[in-house]
T-cell receptor
C-alpha cells in the first residue's frame, strides 16, 4: 500500500505570493491533518479534515486555509506569504480520527 | 500551545543501553501516539496507546501509560546507532472535535 504522498517536496516562494500544497492519503483513509514544523515552534497543528469536513483548526491566521476532496485528497493554501511561513509542512492520514496517523515526507517551503 | 510535553529534551547514550523518554499531558486523552523523526524528514509512527490501555510493545519498544499521573513513557531497549532521532508524543484529547497535538520532542543520540 502506498504511503502518504505530499507534493511538491520542496518549494521556494517570494513574500506576498500564495502557495498550494497537496496531500494524498493512504488508500482507504478518510481523515487528513496538517502540521507546520519549525525549529522555534515545533510541530503546530493546522487543520484536520474528515469526509470533506473540517473538524478542527489550529491557531493560525486566516491566510492559512485548506480543504478535502471527495477522494480524501487534501490541499492547503497559504496566501500573502511571509518569511515566517518558511517551514516543513506535514500531512498525516488515518482511517478516521482517533486511529493511527501516518505522515508523509513533508513539503519544505522556503519564503524569500 | 503544545500538549504532551516530553522530557528530557535531549538524551545521549551508548549503543546497547536502554533509553527512556517521558511525556506528560494536562487534560484527559482519547489516545497518545509516539513518533520518530530523523532530521528534516517525515514522522514515523511507532505506537498508539489508548486511554484504557496501560502498556504496549512493538519489538524493542515499550510504551506505558499512567492516566492517574497523566504521563506516558517510551522505552527503547538495546539501543542502536540507527535509533538516533527525535521522538515525539502526540496526544489526542477526549471528546468530540478533538485533534492531535505534539510536544517538543526528545532528541536521542545513540553513540556507537
Amino acid at each position: 500500500k502506498a504511503g502518504v504522498t505530499q507534493t511538491p517536496r520542496y518549494l521556494i516562494k517570494t513574500r506576498g505570493q500564495q502557495v498550494t500544497l497537496s496531500c494524498s492519503p493512504i488508500s482507504g483513509h478518510r481523515s487528513v491533518s496538517w502540521y507546520q514544523q519549525t525549529p522555534g515552534q515545533g510541530l503546530q497543528f493546522l487543520f484536520e479534515y474528515f469526509s470533506e469536513t473540517q473538524r478542527n483548526k489550529g491557531n493560525f491566521p486566516g491566510r492559512f486555509s485548506g480543504r478535502q476532496f471527495s477522494n480524501s485528497r487534501s490541499e492547503m493554501n497559504v496566501s500573502t506569504l511571509e518569511l515566517g511561513d518558511s517551514a516543513l509542512y506535514l500531512c498525516a492520514s488515518s482511517v478516521q480520527p482517533n486511529t493511527e496517523a501516518f505522515f508523509g515526507q513533508g513539503t519544505r517551503l522556503t519564503v524569500v | 500551545s503544545q500538549q504532551g510535553e516530553e522530557d528530557p529534551q535531549a538524551l545521549s547514550i551508548q549503543e546497547g543501553e536502554n533509553a527512556t523518554m517521558n511525556c506528560s499531558y494536562k487534560t484527559s486523552i482519547n489516545n497518545l501516539q509516539w513518533y520518530r523523526q530523523n532530521s528534516g524528514r517525515g514522522l514515523v509512527h511507532l505506537i498508539l496507546i489508548r486511554s484504557n490501555e496501560r502498556e504496549k510493545h512493538s519489538g524493542r519498544l515499550r510504551v506505558t501509560l499512567d492516566t492517574s499521573k497523566k504521563s506516558s513513557s517510551l522505552l527503547i531497549t538495546a539501543s542502536r546507532a540507527a535509533d538516533t532521532a527525535s521522538y515525539f508524543c502526540a496526544k489526542r484529547n477526549g471528546g468530540n472535535n478533538n485533534d492531535m497535538r505534539f510536544g517538543a520532542g526528545t532528541r536521542l543520540t545513540v553513540k556507537p
